[in-house]
């Protein structure tokens, strides 16, 4: 693209018509999608990428997808062919190993051009509520292999040069539960991506191709030097942490994510090498969710500020092995990549660069959406039902502010469904919903609180999954804060009944993940979130915070004596108060004295750190990482002709070959290349695998 001058009005209008158009997008979602979960929970993302594959802007629905859509065009342009695309192509991709997150975030991807010239692709990522594989409304936290997740959809054009192929969306919505529904939000999908092409091509309309593409450039290049400026503000040096996961649901085996991030200038390297070999069960994070996850919490704790594109990721390299947990070879599945995984990334990388990031990172958070699926059938109302619920909770502490209450976790920003809606359109009676008192980490600056949320099954049979975290390992506190409490789901028959983890009900593995439990008329269930951590010593909070905390109902009289040690009394007048001369003779006891829950933290880490030690790859993933190593040495014979079919292609960035792709290389499966090379004409013998 030559050089194009533009003024600095024009280019902030211009930049800034590219993130409203996003929003518009997401508005026109939110008016014509069908599902609950992109009415009320707006479980989607919407974004224009450039002709490079590269993020121009989004709008921030849902961030768990927002740096991981561009990869999934690049696979996707790739996969087809750069001069295969054509005006009027509509692309659909869910598979995690190509460029996706987990089955249900299905991309729709709409290329745009003026003419003949690419301007760029329209792209909306949505959660759809079922995708096929075992469980209804998906979220199987059993399952071992990602074809028992659902349907996997490889790149495929539903509209060719304008034309839909309609036997694609009947064979994508054949393969799941509620198939009206589900087209109407794929409809949706497709009005979203439409009005971003007439938004973007009136602006190129009214200021010129060249000029909108230039500002494009300019757009990445100016959010790389803001970028790049804060990174220079921190201390070189590298800075490590590790967190872990509870089980994978198929097992009771923990895993550990082990970072080390690495500052040098304003470069940042994140290396994930010390992570644990992939899972048997559904808490793998693709390599697009990984490096969605990265960006996010490097934009979290360090460049809120900057304009959200693919300038802000220049600065950053991240090294994810192949065949980890966070980088894992097929067929491992990855349900709870995107929900679980993610947000334990987010808080590995802000425990690592606490230390240099003091008025900026925070405690670590509830970490988890304890994903709650199931359906079934409704005889009131004659049809079949689904649902999917995810649950908000309590975010950690920072040096200068309580974590936040009853908040989507770090990876969304979803919306709570309203319960009159749940009760209106589901055989599900709400019998209670309250804040989660004393769940936050006691602190300075205290961590926030999560929720309990207690419902009644009230059709004959209802089939129940589950797949959530945090229910053993509990956040960390930050600077002498204490642990956040974990999370829980509890079930009990009838109102009297004894409630029981589903681990204790029905023996299951995990006390997080399951799958089918099936639930008869009556039967209750109770989801508790967590707290985040807290930030400094629960001993400096001032006594009035505190007595703040209980009249709020955050903290409890005896958590506020036990905890912070301030004793709360009530003074004639019925307000609330605390003693001061007995606080002050509390807290000198307490000084200096073991913190319970922070005791507690460090045994069960220990106890988890040794049994990760343990973990080794299955004989199918070693296979499966040694098929794709083979192949890219065979590879190399060819790369030099390779080159030739691409001279053009700036190094290690080629969008026609996947071999000269340097990211490509590192997450490219054995069956994704052989069915490349088998599409564009290599010769070149299959592995033997």
Request: glycine fraction near 12%; aromatic fraction near 8%.
């Amino acid at each position: 693209m030559s050089a194009v001058h533009v003024d600095h009005v024009t280019q902030r209008v211009i930049t800034n018509g590219f993130r409203s158009i996003c929003e518009e997008m997401g508005h026109t979602m939110i008016r014509t999608a069908n599902s609950s979960l992109f009415v009320e929970g707006r479980d989607f993302s919407c974004a224009i990428v450039d002709p490079e594959a590269e993020l121009i802007a989004a709008a921030n629905f849902d961030p768990s997808h927002l740096s991981a859509m561009a990869l999934t065009v690049e696979f996707t342009i790739i996969y087809f062919g750069f001069d295969n695309v054509r005006p009027g192509d509509i692309y659909l991709v869910n598979d995690p190993y190509r460029g996706g997150g987990h089955l249900p975030d299905i991309t729709l991807i709409r290329p745009i051009f003026v003419g003949d010239t690419l301007l760029g692709f329209a792209v909306n990522r949505a959660h759809h509520l079922d995708i096929g594989g075992m469980a209804v409304a998906g979220f199987p936290g059993t399952a071992h292999s990602i074809y028992q997740e659902g349907l996997r959809i490889p790149p495929v054009r539903w509209f060719a040069e304008g034309i839909e192929n309609r036997d694609v969306i009947e064979m994508i919505t054949l393969n799941m539960r509620f198939p009206k529904d589900q087209f109407g939000d794929f409809q949706a999908q497709l009005a979203s991506t439409g009005t971003a092409e007439r938004r973007l091509l009136k602006l190129a309309e009214r200021y010129g191709a060249n000029v909108v593409r230039a500002c494009m450039e300019e757009a990445k290049d100016h959010s790389e030097e803001l970028m790049r400026a804060v990174l220079r503000s921190i201390p070189d040096g590298c800075y490590s942490f590790t967190e872990f996961l509870d089980d994978d649901g198929a097992t009771d085996q923990p895993y550990k994510i082990e970072v080390a991030v690495t500052i040098s200038g304003d470069n940042v390297c994140v290396d994930y090498t010390g992570t644990s070999p992939q899972a048997i069960g559904p808490i793998n994070s693709s390599y697009g969710n990984t490096l969605s996850s990265t960006f996010n919490a490097m934009l979290q704790l360090l460049g809120p500020e900057v304009p959200f594109n693919n300038g802000c990721f220049r600065p950053i390299e991240v090294l994810a092995p192949r065949g980890c947990l966070l980088n894992p070879a097929p067929p491992a599945p990855c349900f709870g990549g995107v929900t679980e995984v993610s947000i334990r990334i987010i808080d590995a990388i802000l425990g690592a660069l606490a230390p240099v990031t003091r008025d900026l990172a925070g405690a670590g958070s509830y970490g988890t959406c304890i994903n709650f699926s199931g359906g079934g059938f409704d005889s009131e109302r004659g049809e079949s039902f689904g649902f999917y619920f995810f649950i908000e909770g309590g975010w950690g502490a920072c040096a200068w502010r309580d974590g936040w209450n009853c908040t989507p976790n770090p990876t969304s920003n979803y919306n709570d469904y309203p319960v009159e809606w749940i009760e209106t359109t589901l055989p599900i009676r709400y019998r209670e919903v309250r804040l989660n008192t004393d769940s936050g980490g006691p602190g300075r600056c205290r961590g926030g609180v999560g929720t309990v949320r207690t419902i009644e099954v009230i059709a004959e049979s209802i089939e129940i999954n589950s797949l959530g975290e945090r229910f053993i390992v509990p956040p960390f506190g930050l600077e002498g804060g204490d642990p956040g409490a974990c999370n829980g789901v509890y079930m009990r028959t009838g109102s009297e009944g004894r409630w029981e983890t589903v681990r204790e009900a029905l023996g299951t593995a995990s006390a997080s993940k399951f799958y089918g439990v099936t639930a008869g008329y009556g039967t209750w269930f109770r989801m508790v979130s967590g707290g985040g951590g807290g930030f400094g010593s629960a001993l400096e909070r001032p006594p009035e915070s505190v007595v703040d905390d209980v009249v709020l109902g955050l903290v409890s009289r005896t958590g506020a004596c036990r905890d912070y040690g301030v004793l709360i009394v009530e003074r004639e007048d019925g307000r609330i108060d605390y003693d001061e001369a007995e606080t002050e003779k509390l807290r000198a006891v307490m000084l200096g004295a073991a913190r319970p829950r922070q005791e507690e933290r460090t045994g069960i880490v220990a106890r988890i750190l040794q049994r990760t030690g343990e973990i080794t790859l299955t004989p199918q993933a070693q296979a499966e990482v040694t098929a794709v190593e083979r192949r890219l040495r065979e590879i190399q014979g060819v790369l030099q002709s390779a080159e030739n079919l691409d001279p053009t292609a700036p190094k290690g960035r080629s969008l026609r070959i996947p071999f000269l792709n340097d990211r490509a290389l590192k997450y490219w499966d054995a069956d994704s290349i052989d069915r490349w090379i088998a599409r564009h004409g290599f010769q070149m013998p299959r592995v033997d695998r």
